[in-house]
């Protein structure tokens, strides 16, 4: 699931370009070519991504120091919690399961406020994010996969590096995906390229909330900038981990219950499951990626397919495309 790079009904583009001759699942992805010249927007976009990604894990280390000196309020957590949940739910229900894949059709006010939401996620734009996701789709852990953790090959040295470039190193390497190819009924959806645009707004808003609340809450600085640390800082840093590890882990760890396409290895990691909103039954969404539930056998928990069974119920989503028994079985492996 990506950073910084109406629900659509594809996965992604219905003519994915197949593997190179010779690729057997295993070895090194071919090169990509002779990197481009770095030019000032180049550099530009590596010192914008490391501030996102580095910002919220060195908040990390403050919290460390601030609980030796037991400087933590209650209030925080809480922010922390809703803000995670509200920015989580916007990339796992809105981003991912709504607009990437169609798995349901939503009311425009309801469309809107999940891409508003999952934008608040500090994940980048939402026609980026949607057409990154997309691309990994239709090139799952082969040439032209964004984010695979098998593109340095399958030995234990590669598996290292691959899972370090899966989780963030992809993000450094500026490999834009044109969103004309991807996602172009985004680009015709006037809505979602107003909330594109206001991408940067909405990230000094992700912020600004937890500070403003910590400050009315506790009527002090101090309260104010321990709520921007937990609710603000700390809370984007847990959900980026969540994200990426659905990316690198969410390939390598955990069972595969479902038939994927060829090189397709996404399994499903319980371990993540209630921190990912249900993302990480990956398999299941892999074998049947329009589905609007990935936890479809006992016990696996899916906070994402109960918002989505809760807005249907209201009347606010419709056309859910909720996995019948008879498809969850023919997917098996």
């Known amino acids: 699931m990506p950073l910084i790079p109406t629900p659509s009904t594809t996965v992604a583009p219905s003519d994915p370009a197949p593997p190179p001759q010779g690729y057997d699942g295993t070895s090194p992805f071919p090169p990509d070519g002779p990197a481009p010249a770095r030019d000032g927007g180049e550099r530009l976009y590596v010192t914008v991504t490391a501030v996102i990604v580095v910002l919220p894990f060195v908040a990390l280390g403050l919290v460390g120091w601030l609980l030796w000196g037991s400087l933590v309020h209650p209030a925080d957590i809480v922010l922390a919690l809703v803000l995670y949940t509200i920015t989580g739910l916007g990339v796992t229900v809105g981003f991912h399961r709504g607009l990437t894949h169609g798995g349901y059709r939503a009311v425009r006010p309801v469309r809107i406020a999940l891409a508003v939401a999952g934008s608040m996620s500090f994940q980048g734009d939402v026609i980026g994010w949607v057409a990154t996701h997309r691309r990994h789709h239709a090139f799952t852990d082969r040439p032209g996969d964004p984010h695979s953790p098998y593109r340095y090959g399958t030995h234990l040295r590669g598996q290292l590096r691959g899972l370090l470039h899966a989780h963030v190193g992809w993000l450094f390497r500026n490999d834009r995906t044109p969103a004309d190819r991807y996602a172009p009924d985004l680009l015709a959806d006037?809505?979602?390229?107003?909330?594109?645009?206001?991408?940067?707004?909405?990230?000094?808003?992700?912020?600004?909330?937890?500070?403003?609340?910590?400050?009315?809450?506790?009527?002090?600085?101090?309260?104010?900038?321990?709520?921007?640390?937990?609710?603000?800082?700390?809370?984007?840093?847990?959900?980026?981990?969540?994200?990426?590890?659905?990316?690198?882990?969410?390939?390598?760890?955990?069972?595969?219950?479902?038939?994927?396409?060829?090189?397709?290895?996404?399994?499903?990691?319980?371990?993540?499951?209630?921190?990912?909103?249900?993302?990480?039954?990956?398999?299941?969404?892999?074998?049947d990626p329009t589905s609007a539930r990935h936890g479809v056998d006992r016990g696996q928990l899916d906070p994402s397919a109960a918002v989505i069974r809760l807005l249907e119920r209201l009347g606010w989503v419709h056309d859910v495309r909720w996995p019948s028994a008879a498809r969850v079985a023919a997917r098996r492996a």
């Open 190 to 287: 006037r809505d979602i390229r107003a909330v594109a645009r206001a991408f940067p707004a909405l990230c000094v808003l992700t912020l600004a909330l937890p500070f403003g609340a910590g400050w009315l809450i506790g009527g002090t600085w101090v309260h104010a900038l321990t709520a921007l640390l937990w609710a603000g800082l700390v809370r984007i840093a847990l959900l980026h981990h969540v994200t990426w590890s659905v990316n690198s882990l969410c390939h390598m760890i955990g069972e595969r219950p479902f038939r994927t396409r060829r090189h397709d290895r996404a399994t499903n990691l319980w371990p993540l499951a209630l921190l990912s909103f249900g993302e990480s039954w990956h398999n299941l969404h892999h074998a």
